[in-house]
T-cell receptor, first 115, second 113 residues
């Protein structure tokens, strides 16, 4: 079955610690995205990548970093600089097209909490 | 003011009723519109994807777009308890960097048996 796999499902971070969230897709999509979702709020874009070895900051990139070494993988690191990391993190992918008319498909998220 | 406004609810309806959800937006450049359903502790699932003004139907779901009023709607007929979820509207304009989606805050729906 094609889809997007996020791991772990739950993650706890200690003060001053960096943690990495995994996102893998087997949909052969070129574009991948990371969103943060807080209670009662919509999804906010952290980073996105339209092609391997290239990525761009979204609306709330401070305190986060990403890499895109393989088409199917787009890990997100939440660094110690992110002072309010408790949230639900969602990874998505899509087929980018000129004209931007492709919907995004999502994984089932990672819930990050502070210890 | 947010680019996309969506009533957070919760919206509580009896089983079998019609659920009516809507979003308003301010940027007339938005051209493509999506509705996602999100169950608790799960990722959003694409329900409907529309471009033109007018109606699009898929089973019990009807999506409506009124670009002149900058208003989109989702109707769920014969609602079931399994429809209880948060519904997110999302939209995109063709020149958006990275095909970025702009989301509403979501409406929580509760269908009571």
């Amino acid at each position: 079955d094609g889809g997007i796999t996020q791991s772990p499902k739950y993650l706890f971070r200690k003060e001053g610690q960096n943690v990495t969230l995994s996102c893998e897709q087997n949909l052969n999509h070129d574009a991948m995205y990371w969103y943060r979702q807080d209670p009662g709020q919509g999804l906010r874009l952290i980073y996105y990548s339209q092609i391997v070895n290239d990525f761009q900051k979204g609306d709330i990139a401070e305190g986060y970093s990403v890499s895109r070494e393989k088409k199917e993988s787009f890990p997100l690191t939440v660094t110690s600089a992110q002072k309010n990391p408790t949230a639900f993190y969602l990874c998505a992918s899509s087929i980018p097209r000129a004209g931007g008319n492709q919907p995004q498909h999502f994984g089932d998220g990672t819930r990050l909490s502070i210890l | 003011q947010k680019e996309v406004e969506q009533d957070p609810g919760p919206l509580s309806v009896p089983e079998g009723a019609i659920v009516s959800l809507n979003c308003t937006y301010s940027n007339s450049a938005f051209q493509y519109f999506m509705w996602y359903r999100q169950y608790s502790r799960k990722g959003p699932e694409l329900l409907m994807y529309t471009y033109s003004s007018g109606n699009k139907e898929d089973g019990r779901f009807t999506a409506q777009v009124d670009k002149s009023s900058k208003y989109i709607s989702l109707f769920i007929r014969d609602s079931q308890p399994s429809d209880s979820a948060t519904y997110l509207c999302a939209m995109i304009f063709p020149q958006a960097a990275g095909n970025k989606l702009t989301f509403g805050g979501g409406t929580r729906v509760l269908v009571k048996p």
